[in-house]
């Protein structure tokens, strides 16, 4: 195990091992955080599907919840927030984007889908069914989704080293492509 893995975040230097308090757990301590973690992907393959599971969890359908898994279920790449909100709208014209953010946090907290962060953009969602790691180069934009199983080792190491559950597939590695190498 690593004396002091260092870390910067919002301009704070942070040690392993520190015992400082956060989040109700202590830094470095390999107890499970006390906060709620978002369950896996829920096993949904339609829109009717997912409204029986938000109603279920006791959410109401509603129209532009249907609109908005329409739109999920019809996209087969990564749609930022204001995308979905413009295809939403285009078929529900006085849907707010504050309805569309509502929405896909509830979906999210669900398991019915995920958002990823690919590279300096804003968030992307998709289906949790179809999330996928990435590779995206920073010379030329270009996205690889990356295998789950290339992250194995990875999560393997990060458990028994640090006691941390890595999320691959919320954040792309950024590198260089093979043809920018």
Not at 14 to 34: F, Q
Not at 97 to 103: G, K, L, P, V
Not at 109 to 134: D, E, F, K, W
Not at 144 to 162: D, H, M, N, T
């Amino acid at each position: 195990m690593p004396q002091s893995l260092t870390y910067m975040r919002a301009g704070r230097k942070c040690l392993y091992g520190a015992r400082r308090e956060r989040n109700g757990h202590t830094l470095g301590d390999v107890s499970k955080p006390s906060a709620p973690q978002t369950p896996g992907p829920a096993p949904v393959s339609s829109v009717d599907e997912v409204l029986a599971l938000v109603r279920s969890s006791g959410g109401r359908v509603t129209s532009s919840r249907r609109a908005l898994l329409e739109v999920l279920f019809d996209t087969v790449h990564h749609v930022t927030a204001e995308e979905l909100a413009e295809a939403v709208q285009a078929r529900m014209p006085d849907v707010h984007i504050s309805t569309i953010y509502r929405n896909l946090d509830e979906l999210q907290h669900l398991g019915v889908i995920v958002h990823s962060h690919l590279g300096h953009g804003p968030a992307t969602y998709q289906l949790a069914s179809n999330a996928h790691a990435h590779f995206i180069c920073e010379n030329c934009g270009a996205t690889i989704e990356a295998p789950e199983e290339l992250f194995q080792g990875l999560a393997r190491s990060a458990k028994s080293r640090l006691g941390f559950s890595i999320d691959p597939l919320h954040f792309a590695i950024l590198g260089r492509c093979s043809a920018c190498a």
